[in-house]
């Protein structure tokens, strides 16, 4: 199986940045997708970003601002986030959709979720 290790949470004033990292670990035939979701209280589960070969998708709010990459030696992508809002406020996990042999299906495995929180 596939384990997730995030990190890079944090608190930071509005207008500041961090950057998320999500490192995967196991045996994996192939990654199809990696990405955040995130989470606030009250709030729906918002898909943030995504990546998947050398496509990128963006949730409208977050356009411009944040920013995903991957470093495939290392199986691990990131998410910069920069121009902080406090709307921006609540818990990031990332995922990964993967196979892991050539005729299974895909599999979501999740990590263990960061904090990230917005405020001055």
């Known amino acids: 199986q596939v384990e997730l290790v995030e990190s890079g949470g944090g608190l930071v004033q509005p207008g500041g940045s961090l950057r998320l990292s999500c490192a995967a670990s196991?045996?994996?035939?192939?990654?199809?997708?990696m990405g955040w979701f995130r989470q606030a209280p009250g709030k729906q589960r918002e898909l943030v970003a995504r990546?998947?070969?050398?496509?990128?998708d963006y949730a409208i709010s977050v356009k411009d601002r944040f920013t995903i990459s991957r470093d495939n030696a290392k199986n691990t992508v990131y998410l910069q986030m920069n121009s902080l809002k406090p709307e921006d406020t609540a818990v990031y996990y990332c995922?990964?959709?993967?196979?892991?042999?050539?005729?299974?299906?895909?599999?979501?495995?999740w990590g263990q979720g960061t904090q990230v929180t917005v405020s001055s």
């Open positions: 995922y990964a959709a993967v196979k892991y042999t050539v005729i299974s299906n895909l599999s979501v495995a």
């Open positions: 196991g045996s994996i035939f192939r990654v199809d997708s």
């Open positions: 990546i998947s070969g050398s496509s990128t």
